[in-house]
């Protein structure tokens, strides 16, 4: 066999045990700053005649990346050539880090996208004129977008907040990240620029839920290597231990023998083994 066949065994034989995908790969988007506007605001930044120019459609059906562009200014600075996303929206809304809050000098709010309930003021500038932006600022809560079929496979429902891991270079667990479900959706957690930093998110970033409640994160360690001596790692074992670990690495005691078939699964798997 070799090492593309071993992960499908790999994949298909964790499947069967956890009854499920244990681990549901979730695309990892980053968004960076960028507005939706109203028509009210669209008509006073760039004219009673223009229309919105959709330049690239993105990843949720409907929503595109607009050809205009705003600049945003607020008391201590400005920030030039931000994305304006269509379509246009009943209510402008400006989505932004806190590394940008802390440039323009404005407290925005964590908010999931939607609700501007205390949300802060900012001016934005067009090619026609300007707006005066008031109550639109906020810093998007990570969230996820799951299509239903995606939330009954993973077992979670609209609204819900979960944990998620982003693998990778540097990984990271995010909490209190919410669950969106609807048909419309593709799959994919959204993070913003400053979490994307944080956890090193690069192009094919994977996130994965973290089951809540009893299950370890399978990011962290146990605290204390687990009392299963085992000194016979068979492939099966292996198998269950991968399931069992969700992501992280396989703690394995210094004397146990691991047999060659077993070693495959981890690699197939990416595990990282350590001896204890
Ligand atoms: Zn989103």
């Known amino acids: 066999m070799n090492l593309s066949q071993i992960e499908a065994v790999v994949a298909r034989a964790l499947e069967e045990l956890a009854g499920g995908a244990p681990t549901f790969p979730i695309p990892v988007?980053?968004?960076a700053r960028h507005a939706h506007l109203s028509e009210a605001a669209f008509r006073k930044l760039f004219g009673q005649k223009a229309a919105l120019i959709p330049r690239r459609?993105?990843?949720q059906p409907g929503e595109f990346l607009a050809e205009q562009r705003v600049k945003l200014a607020g008391p201590k600075g400005e920030i030039s050539d931000v994305a304006v996303l269509g379509p246009l929206r009943p209510h402008t809304q400006?989505?932004?880090s806190k590394t940008d809050c802390r440039h323009l000098g404005i407290e925005a709010p964590l908010r999931l996208s939607g609700d501007v309930s205390g949300a802060a003021d900012l001016l934005v500038v067009g090619g026609h004129g300007c707006f005066e932006a008031t109550g639109s600022a906020i810093i998007p809560k990570a969230h996820l977008h799951l299509r239903p079929q995606?939330?009954?496979?993973?077992?979670?429902?609209?609204?819900?907040t979960v944990s998620v891991a982003v693998g990778g270079e540097r990984p990271t667990v995010f909490k209190g990240v919410v669950a969106r479900v609807s048909e419309d959706f593709s799959l994919a957690l959204h993070i913003d620029?400053?979490?994307?930093?944080?956890?090193?998110?690069?192009?094919g970033s994977l996130a994965y839920v973290v089951a809540a409640g009893s299950r370890a994160e399978p990011l962290a360690p146990p605290a204390r290597p687990s009392r299963d001596e085992r000194r016979l790692i068979t492939e099966s074992a292996a198998i269950a231990m991968v399931a069992e670990r969700g992501q992280g690495e396989i703690f394995l005691?210094?004397?146990?023998?691991?047999?060659?078939s077993a070693l495959d699964v981890f690699r197939a798997a990416r595990r990282q083994v350590t001896r204890y």
Not at 152 to 158: G, V
Not at 193 to 203: F, L, N, P, Q, V
Request: aromatic share 0%; net charge negative.
């Open 29 to 31: 988007e980053v968004s």
């Open 57 to 59: 459609v993105l990843s």
């Open 253 to 260: 005691p210094r004397a146990a023998i691991v047999t060659p």
């Open 150 to 160: 995606d939330a009954a496979a993973m077992e979670i429902t609209d609204g819900m």
């Open 94 to 96: 400006i989505e932004l």
């Open 193 to 203: 620029t400053d979490e994307a930093g944080a956890c090193m998110a690069a192009a």
